[in-house]
């Protein structure tokens, strides 16, 4: 998903615009999460990019993107860009703690 939300309507308020991303943002992440995985593969890892605009993007973590949104809207932006990717992940094993 590679999308500038825009939060300027004539007839809708942007808090409720700002609530429709963040929505839209955790029905893709529901969405590929459900997805087959493919063989070798344990879970839907996830590149995240967010900014005001695509080139001034930075790459966050999948866990910042309703932060990200709430920070816009504080920051009354008129648009911005988020770009969610989904990779396969594999588990790594933790490395043993105990001496």
């Known amino acids: 998903m590679k999308k500038t939300f825009k939060m300027t309507h004539p007839k809708i308020r942007p808090a409720r ?12 992440l529901k969405r590929e999460r459900r997805r087959e995985l493919p ?5 839907w890892d996830f590149d995240c990019k967010f900014g005001p605009t695509e080139d001034a993007s930075k790459v966050i973590h999948v866990s910042e ?9 504080e920051q009354q932006l008129e648009s911005f860009y988020l ?15 105990s001496v």
């Open 17 to 28: 615009l700002f609530e429709a991303a963040r929505c839209d943002a955790r029905k893709y």
């Open 39 to 43: 063989e070798g593969i344990d879970f």
């Open 65 to 73: 993107i309703a932060k990200s949104i709430c920070g816009a809207e």
């Open 83 to 97: 770009e969610i990717l989904a990779k396969p992940g594999r588990r790594t094993k933790k490395p043993d703690q």
